[in-house]
Every structure is written in C-alpha cells, then in structure tokens.
C-alpha cells in the first residue's frame, strides 16, 4: 500500500526538478501549499517517532525543523530559484541547532537519512575531535556495532582530510578518525520506500540505530557549549 500524501510531496519534487523557474511555481502554487501541507503531516509524523527514542526531543512547530526551498543564488553560477530536494532536520532547536541530529533527505531517486553533524563550527569540531582522541575505543565500539554497519557502513567519506590535523599527534590509534570534518552516516532509502505505508517504521529503525552515535557527538558538543 502507498501514502497518498507522499506520493503527491514527491511528485511536486520531481515536477519543480524538471521545471525550475519563478514562472512554473507561481502557476503551481496551490500545488506546493498542498506540498507543504503534506510535508508538515510528515514532519510531525517523523517527530512522533523520535521522540519514542529521544525522550527530551521538544516539538514546536514542523517548519522550525524544515529547510527553505528557495536557494541563495548570490555566490552560485546556478541560478536555478528553487532546490531540487526537501530538507527535514530532527532535533532540539530544530534545523538552527548545533547538535548531532536525525536528517531527513527527500529528492528523487537519491532520497536518505543521515545523522551526526554536517560540517560543524570550528570550536564544535574541535570538541568533538577531542572527544575521539580521548575516548576513541569507544567511539569505535559505536560505529562498529553489528547494527551500525548493516545499517550504515560506516562514515561519510567525502568530507575527509588527508592528513591528522596538527593539533593532535600523528601517531595517534584515533588518527583515521581525527581527519574527519563532518561526522555523519548515512542510509538511502527508494522513491518506492518513502511512499510506502510502512516508511515510518523504516525511519524509525533508522534513528534508533543513529542514536548511540548521535548521543557521543552531542556529549562533546554540549560538554563544549557549558
């Protein structure tokens, strides 16, 4: 069975891909507050099932945790007006906040869900790299877990450095961890998944499995923050 729902939020991606300009969205417009309003029934959906794992999780509202569609052409050669995919970014303080999160990436055939931190801060990263240096066997005991790499397989690779940073000695048994400057895992998931009736459940497996790995990088981060 599929969301109707669902169905019609990603249609409204796909049609915005193929049509990206100020002109189509204006006479589509009822079509993206239908769009909007399907997503926020998501967004409050994905909130419930956090906060079955993340009982200090505080909803507000569901745009507070949602990304702007419209890009900031300024400094960008692509003037396109508008993003070709939906950002859902899950946790307290919404899509402003420093902290490891639940991440919700909705774009035709290249949908998924991440969690950790997307190129923290300097003095984040730097909290968070102490937090590997010092305590790195756990820190590998977490994202070695059996349920962790089938889920996930591990970090993010693109975002990496090619040496340890200066700071930290070169010899260190956290040396490979150390080079990171974003700390995310991340899980696709098929157009076919999300409008699915069981796509909750699917995501909820999928934060649960995040959680350890989002509750080391945020006792750096909060540690930092005091």
């Known amino acids: 069975m599929y969301n109707e729902d669902r169905i019609q939020l990603l249609d ?3 049609k915005l891909v193929a049509n990206n300009n100020r002109e189509w969205f204006v006479e589509h417009k009822s079509e993206y507050d239908l ?9 409050i959906g994905l ?3 956090l906060s079955d794992i ?3 999780f505080s909803f507000t509202k569901s745009t507070d945790y949602t990304f702007r569609i419209y890009r900031d052409v300024r400094f960008s050669k692509d003037k396109s007006p508008y993003k070709n995919h939906i950002g859902i970014y899950l946790i ?3 899509r402003k906040s420093p ?4 991440y919700v990436h909705i774009q035709p055939a290249n949908s998924f869900v991440a ?3 997307f190129r923290p801060e300097k003095k984040i990263l730097r909290a968070i790299r102490d937090e590997v240096y010092f305590n790195y066997k756990y820190f590998e005991k977490v994202i070695s877990s059996e349920s962790f790499q089938q ?4 970090l993010w690779q693109e975002d990496k450095l090619k040496r340890i940073p200066k700071d930290f000695p070169k010899d260190s048994h956290a040396g490979e961890w150390l080079k990171y400057k974003s700390y995310i895992a991340m899980r696709s998931f098929t157009n076919e998944q999300f409008v699915a009736d069981n796509f909750l459940q699917l995501i909820m497996e999928s934060f649960s499995v995040l959680k350890p790995f989002n509750d080391y990088l945020n006792e750096a981060i909060l540690l930092q923050q005091d």
């Open 12 to 14: 409204f991606v796909n």
């Open 92 to 94: 307290n303080g919404g």
């Open 151 to 154: 889920m996930y397989g591990g």
């Open 99 to 102: 902290l490891a999160g639940y």
């Open 35 to 43: 769009m909007r309003a399907n997503l926020e029934k998501l967004v």
């Open 54 to 56: 993340e009982p200090r």
């Open 115 to 117: 969690g950790g931190v």
């Open 47 to 49: 909130a419930k099932a």
